[in-house]
């Protein structure tokens, strides 16, 4: 059982959308810290702080889109 909660943690720190950690270099805080402020929101208001995680991912997902970096003209 303890193998089996390892594993879907290990996935989600993996393919989570990095949300928390980006969002905590950005404060200056740990990952550990958003990460359960992010628990403790979608505890206290049924969800709606997964609603914000999601939405948070989104547009940091859209502003990698938009904001990249390119090398040359032909990159496009």
Known sequence: M???VYNIRHYFEKRGFYVSSRLADRLGMRAKNVRLFFIYVSFATL???FALYLTV???LKL????YTKRTSVFDL
């Open 2 to 4: 303890l193998k089996f």
């Open 47 to 49: 969800g709606a702080g």
């Open 57 to 59: 991912a989104f547009w």
């Open 63 to 66: 502003k990698d889109l938009i």
